[in-house]
């Protein structure tokens, strides 16, 4: 029993670690000086990936339930690498809509952490369905945690894509054409506020954006109008 405790508190700590240091390092890397093409890159990467996710026949859950969804989160690429300690790290833009207009994007980092018997890397395209008030509330912060500010469960592909789900926020994955799971829950999200400055071509918080809307790139269109023609 003692053993298993101590087993237990290792692995917990080592996975806070690994959170920090990822985060950390994610967080210096956004108060570097950043090019708007970058931004501008990952907003054309996100349309793509929201794409793939509309168009595939086994994600009809996207596709029925987004007309309902309050915003979403789109993370081209999520780099889950590791042996024996592995983390997943990316980053993502987040529209989101009052009424039927929707707004955005806003840049995100996304970290998690895990412990276990790992190898290789994988990267996945990550689609993050916000369906509630609260989910979409909890973005508006400058960081939060996946699983303890806002609910999060895997979403349902195939013929489970009739589930009823009552999550704040749902999540799918696809690495390599190929949709699976990738545990988000306890995943730190981190608003990028250099990207978000970059894009914009000034200092804006995701309030600003998303819900007073006191900032617009008319480069963001493309992505917005592909949202909005899938909710109609």
Do not use: H
């Not at 931004?39 to 007309?67: G, S, Y």
């Not at 995100?108 to 990267?123: K, R």
């Not at 990550?126 to 999060?152: R, Y």
């Amino acid at each position: 029993m003692k053993t298993d405790v101590r087993r237990n508190a290792v692995q917990q700590f080592a996975t806070l670690t690994l959170l920090a240091i990822a985060a950390a390092t994610i967080t210096g890397c956004a108060t570097q000086a950043v090019s708007p093409a970058e931004p501008e890159k990952l907003v054309a990467d996100a349309r793509t990936t929201l794409n793939n996710f509309l168009r595939d026949p086994d994600q009809t859950w996207i596709q029925q339930n987004l007309n309902r969804a309050r915003g979403v989160l789109i993370a081209p690429q999520i780099v889950r690498a590791g042996f024996i300690f592995g983390g997943s790290g990316g980053r993502g833009v987040l529209v989101s809509r009052d009424g039927r207009a929707w707004a955005g994007p806003a840049f995100y980092d996304l970290v998690t952490g895990s412990v276990g018997f790992q190898a290789g890397v994988d990267v996945s395209e990550v689609v993050i369905v916000v369906m509630t008030e609260k989910g979409l509330n909890s973005l508006m912060s400058p960081s939060f945690k996946i699983g303890g500010d806002a609910s999060i469960t895997a979403g349902p592909v195939g013929a489970a894509a009739g589930s009823t789900i009552t999550a704040d926020l749902v999540a799918f994955a696809r690495s390599k054409g190929i949709y699976g799971g990738l545990n988000l829950d306890g995943s730190i999200v981190n608003v990028n506020d250099g990207w978000n400055a970059a894009y914009y071509g000034r200092a804006a918080l995701p309030p600003d954006i998303l819900l007073r809307k006191t900032v617009t790139n008319p480069n963001a269109a493309p992505l917005l109008q592909e949202v909005a023609s899938a909710t109609r």
